[in-house]
């Protein structure tokens, strides 16, 4: 249980806890509390299919760094009562299944306050989960939170941006643990036809001061974007484009189709024979 | 209560944050824009042009300094407290928005940036910042929720006019919050290019302190017109609190005279339930939302609450981070008034001094004539009329069922 990237590149999945998609089963509908059954079967299934880390999103009324796909599912999420206590229930099932995956929380900072950050703290580390990643939470504001995450040994997970400057850097890759998570471009989260050469001049900035491992996310949702990271990256992450295929299934069809999106990722980053990140990580690659 | 997020460093030393309260809770791809408009700010405060600037278009393009009028009849009729009225409503375009529309509007021109989005509830700020985009030449998008588009079309028609492009909102309340939301959104998107101009004292660190000091001059005008007029500092300062702008507008000033009462209404709506209302020093708790550290109405699992008010312009579910800390210390006391009272208040004000103030305002109104037949009549409430009642008129004829043509 820890957060490794075991192949180049490897591959973060986000998934919203609790979205049932648009289409539940007769007994999986809107009525009744929450279900994270159907996003435990694709969790497991994504993991099988290649995954390194799974991102459980706590859903949130208010996502504002998200784009409409993961809006939609938040808010199906939410309409279903999905609490903060149930995604860390469903993190325990995970582990217990899966115990070499990698385990994210990534929420907003409103639902871990009002469950209490200690308390937070303790459950998500006894639950097995690796890291937290908080999306609304600057290192500058996150005093308390980094002794918390110190004190049960999670790793907290700072985003950095295109946008950063170079000591806005420094202190998010000297504070962070795990991972760093580099968003691929300025914007929420959503898919898009391709990659900015802001992703590749990123993750050579963000080098500069840190070893961990750098995942690149936003906007990834194809074979030739995860190669393409794969050049300049250890790690691409998925959410928009997963979320959106969950959207679309059943709960009983979802897992299967998510794995096969995966193996269908993997099998080009193959073919596509990018050699290991690390050899050249300060050559910025530029995408048409 | 929850836990509250300890800075690195002790809070007071730390910038944007009022005791525990404010801060920058913010995406990552924000950070550096925002550090960015903190320092131009502190720029242009510091700026002798740019304050000429600003205070000559508050002057001769917006009106000031506003009248501070006695409600003579009013108060006759209440018998208590003498009321006067901070005549915010007699501004262009009709609310203290333009005040700081103005201040930002000079700024994002200092800053080079051709694009400014908004967002906004009545529709006040809307018309505000179209207004001052008109003024200055710069492109302007505003951010609106559909009911509150539905329910505020003059103002919606007004931005169009105006040049604004009206954007609607379809997501969660369709109010001030989703606006915001969908703001924020549009600026972590196009932060290299787009000001963003927040029309409250919330969100992210400036914003709080920025708007403040923009909307300042309402209360340094007041202490100076009450002193002129009286003698003497009033009893209590009255005015709504939607997020916040007009209320520390007019407090901060008083802040320091402890003798003077500061009295900010929120928004009572239509209960005390949850969803049912607005008024977050009642009904809510310490939470994060939309960049800063603030009361915010939200249930167990800290998921944003639903809110409902009569008037657009206060309903919404978390306040000015300022507010929070003068609610927490004291030095202010927050009340609510329900849209029932308000709905009266507006008749009452109408008909007793020929002013029609917004629905937003006249919870400040109704505030005070609940308070001011309690009162001695040698007390003074002066009531922050934050704007004028026109945009409501739709609202008001259906509610107060007045017939038309």
Redesign the interface.
């Given at each position: 249980m820890a957060i490794r990237f075991d192949h180049k590149p490897g591959l973060v999945v986000y998934l919203t806890a609790g979205d049932p998609g648009l289409h539940p089963s007769e007994d999986k509908s809107f009525a009744g509390g929450p279900d994270l059954s159907a996003t435990r079967e694709v969790a497991l299934e994504a993991i099988d299919a290649g995954a390194d880390v799974i991102e459980l999103g706590v859903p949130?009324?208010?996502?504002?760094?998200d784009?409409p796909v993961i809006?939609r599912a938040s808010?199906r999420a939410?309409a279903k009562g999905t609490?903060?206590?149930d995604v860390l229930a469903l993190a325990a099932e995970i582990r217990a299944a899966r115990p070499q995956a990698g385990l994210v929380i990534f929420s907003?900072?409103?639902?871990?306050?009002?469950?209490?950050?200690?308390r937070f703290a303790d459950e998500a580390a006894a639950a097995g989960v690796d890291g937290v990643l908080v999306?609304?939470?600057?290192v500058?504001?996150?005093?308390?939170?980094?002794i918390e995450m110190a004190r049960v040994g999670l790793a907290p997970i700072?985003?950095?941006?295109?946008?950063?400057?170079d000591d806005?850097l420094e202190a998010?890759a000297t504070n962070s643990k795990g991972f760093i998570y580099a968003?691929s471009r300025?914007?929420?989260t959503g898919t898009q036809q391709s990659l900015t050469s802001d992703a590749a001049a990123l993750v050579a900035r963000i080098r500069r001061w840190t070893g961990l491992p750098v995942a690149v996310g936003f906007g990834i949702s194809n074979s030739e974007h995860v190669a393409q990271v794969g050049r300049f990256a250890d790690a691409a992450v998925i959410g928009s484009a997963i979320v959106e295929l969950i959207e679309r299934s059943t709960p009983e069809t979802a897992p299967g189709t998510v794995a096969r999106f995966i193996k269908g990722l993997h099998l080009s980053a193959a073919a596509d024979g990018a050699g290991p990140a690390q050899e050249s990580p300060l050559v910025a690659v530029h995408f048409a | 209560m929850a836990s509250v997020i300890l800075p690195a460093v002790p809070s007071e030393s730390r910038p944007g944050r009022f005791g525990v309260y404010g801060g920058r809770y913010v995406p990552e791809t924000l950070m550096a824009a925002l550090v960015e408009l903190e320092h131009e700010y502190e720029a242009a405060k510091n700026d002798a042009a740019f304050q000429a600037e600003l205070a000559g278009l508050l002057k001769d393009y917006a009106g000031r300094p506003t009248p501070l009028y006695l409600a003579k009849r009013l108060t006759e009729q209440l018998g208590g407290a003498k009321i006067y009225l901070k005549r915010e409503d007699l501004l262009h375009t009709g609310a203290h928005k333009i005040n700081n529309a103005l201040g930002q509007g000079l700024l994002a021109r200092r800053m080079g940036k051709k694009r400014v989005i908004a967002e906004t509830g009545a529709g006040q700020h809307g018309v505000a910042t179209a207004t001052v985009c008109a003024l200055l030449g710069m492109e302007c998008v505003v951010y609106m929720g559909d009911v509150d588009m539905a329910r505020q079309e003059l103002n919606v028609l007004r931005m169009r006019l105006l040049g604004a492009e009206v954007r609607g909102v379809s997501a969660g309340s369709k109010t001030l919050k989703d606006a915001i939301s969908e703001a924020m959104r549009d600026w972590v998107t196009n932060v290299r290019t787009t000001y963003y101009l927040l029309g409250s004292a919330l969100g992210a660190h400036p914003y709080p302190t920025m708007v403040r000091d923009f909307q300042r001059v309402i209360g340094i005008e007041m202490k100076e017109q009450i002193l002129e007029k009286e003698g003497r500092l009033p009893t209590a300062v009255i005015a709504c609190v939607g997020g916040g702008s007009n209320a520390i507008g007019a407090f901060y000033e008083f802040i320091p005279d402890s003798q003077v009462r500061l009295i900010g209404v929120e928004a009572g709506g239509r209960g005390t339930a949850l969803g049912d209302h607005a008024a977050r020093f009642s009904g809510g708790a310490p939470g994060v939302l939309q960049g800063t550290y603030s009361y915010v109405l939200q249930d167990e699992n800290g998921q944003i609450a639903l809110t409902h008010s009569v008037s657009a312009g206060l309903d919404y579910a978390s306040v000015g981070p300022e507010h929070a800390a003068l609610h927490d210390s004291g030095r202010a006391e927050y009340v609510s008034q329900d849209d029932a009272a308000t709905l009266d208040a507006v008749v009452r004000l109408a008909r007793t001094e020929g002013i029609l103030p917004a629905l937003e305002s006249a919870h400040a109104v109704a505030e005070a004539l609940k308070l001011a037949p309690t009162l001695p009549a040698h007390d003074i409430l002066v009531v922050n009329l934050s704007g004028r009642g026109d945009k409501d008129m739709g609202i008001l004829a259906r509610e107060l069922k007045i017939q038309g043509a």
């Open positions: 949130f009324s208010d996502p504002l760094a784009g809006q808010e939410v609490r903060l206590k907003y900072l409103n639902p871990i306050l009002r469950y209490w950050l200690p999306t609304d939470l600057i500058e504001e996150a005093g308390e939170y980094l700072f985003l950095a941006a295109p946008t950063s400057p806005r998010i968003i300025v914007g929420v | -």
